[in-house]
DNA sequence: GTCGGATTGTGAAAGTGTTCACAAGCATGG
DNA sequence: CCATGCTTGTGAACACTTTCACAATCCGAC
């Protein structure tokens, strides 16, 4: 079968979550259409998401909310914990150490580094900030998994680069740049910024601008 | 014409970086295969993304850096200045306030409020923390246009319900729960936990995971 | 045991986004 | 002024994603 999209595994984090809260209340069963509902997409497409797995639903009843939350949970790689390094211990990295949603799914920083030799051997909630030229020694140490990134632009690449050369292939990217990834590796980047433009754009777009319609926005 | 797709904006977006820093170099002209390359999107792609709003190439030379800078500057709305309502002085929201690519695109966090009387009326960063009663004033005050959650999961939901009561149609929510937009209303969700869990997707099937043929995923 | 109501799983259809391929068109040089 | 070389802009082809629609099938009631 052919590759999964990058949309299904979304939407399976965003099920698997519905579900987990549905765990909470007590409740058995969920059919297609109601965590549809949930999630602002059709049951048709519900269905096609978890059919790239396997058949885990029971026509005429739905889908047992425990077993396919767990069902999800092995496919995403939840069910078990995975040491996460993070590199940057600026606001934005001590942000993201105290983030409770990461602990939560198992995603356990376990090392934070920073080049700046002022703040190695500092704490940031409990982790001491380690030198990043110790990073290839602890990756093996700790067992890390995953990298995050939340240096500034310029220091992005060079980040990655170190990363990738201790080993790691997953990084999570949170510098303000498309950092790109060699076979073999993938890099996910979260531009903040660019979240807030697709934002200006629809302001922009829905008071004075059609597209093909615009002449002020020829070339000045 | 028919709506602009979310991936041509977000790409306009990663465009407009990349002119940015080659109108710092000096380069007059670029061509949409130097730009593509830049990006790891095909030339044509590019051409299309630019399509979408008009023709400001020149054939047989290319671009001008400037000029079509300045193009997508005007159709992200990045020709002016944004005011900007974050809600939680947490970590994340402390963070968010001096996350400095924000403001060199023109979004100014102008006002920063909580539902926690003990940090009303401190500082973070220079803004003093207002409380959430006071939204709808503000919003009007600040003429603020663009709202930024950054509050724990719980609280997300009737977070937006205020932002939306005071009046305004764009919220970035940072907290992990997928908030729906009613009609008019524009919710952009960033869940950092998804991202990552993409990425242990990833690790889990590229070692023993194939789809189609996985016995132990088979429900418990 | 079988009938009825409900819901899955899935091919096929529709819709969207990306790439191809080439005519159109500009600048430069002779 | 025309030929040449290069790059855009775009219709058509292709690929991918979502939705539709319905057969398959399970549960529970009678």
Chains 1, 2 share one sequence.
Not at 76 to 92: F, K, T, Y
Not at 129 to 145: E, G
Not at 157 to 184: H, R, T
Request: aromatic share 6%; with cysteine.
């Amino acid at each position: 079968m052919s590759r999964i999209s990058d949309a299904t595994i979304t939407r399976l984090s965003q099920y698997y979550r519905s579900l987990a809260s549905l765990e909470e209340g007590g409740q058995e069963m969920v059919s297609s259409m109601a965590l549809a509902r949930k999630h602002g997409v059709t049951p048709a497409q519900v269905r096609k998401d978890l059919s790239c797995f396997g058949q885990f639903g029971t026509r005429g009843l739905g889908y047992s909310v425990c077993q396919l939350k767990e069902t999800i949970a092995r496919i995403l790689g939840l069910h078990r914990i995975w040491n996460v390094a993070l590199v940057g211990a600026g606001s934005l990295g001590s942000a993201l150490i105290s983030y409770k949603e990461f602990k939560r799914q198992g995603f356990h920083i376990v090392a934070v580094f920073d080049n700046d030799l002022d703040k190695v051997g500092k704490k940031r909630r409990g982790l001491t900030i380690l030198d990043i030229r110790r990073l290839p020694q602890m990756v093996k140490k700790l067992d890390i998994n995953l990298a995050i990134i939340a240096v500034p632009k310029d220091a992005a690449q060079s980040v990655a680069d170190l990363l990738i050369k201790a080993g790691l292939k997953m990084i999570l990217n949170f510098a303000p740049i498309s950092l790109k990834a060699s076979p073999g590796i993938t890099i996910r980047n979260v531009n903040m910024a660019i979240e807030l433009e697709a934002l200006s754009y629809r302001l922009v777009a829905d008071k004075s601008f059609r597209p093909g319609n615009n002449p002020q926005l020829t070339p000045v």
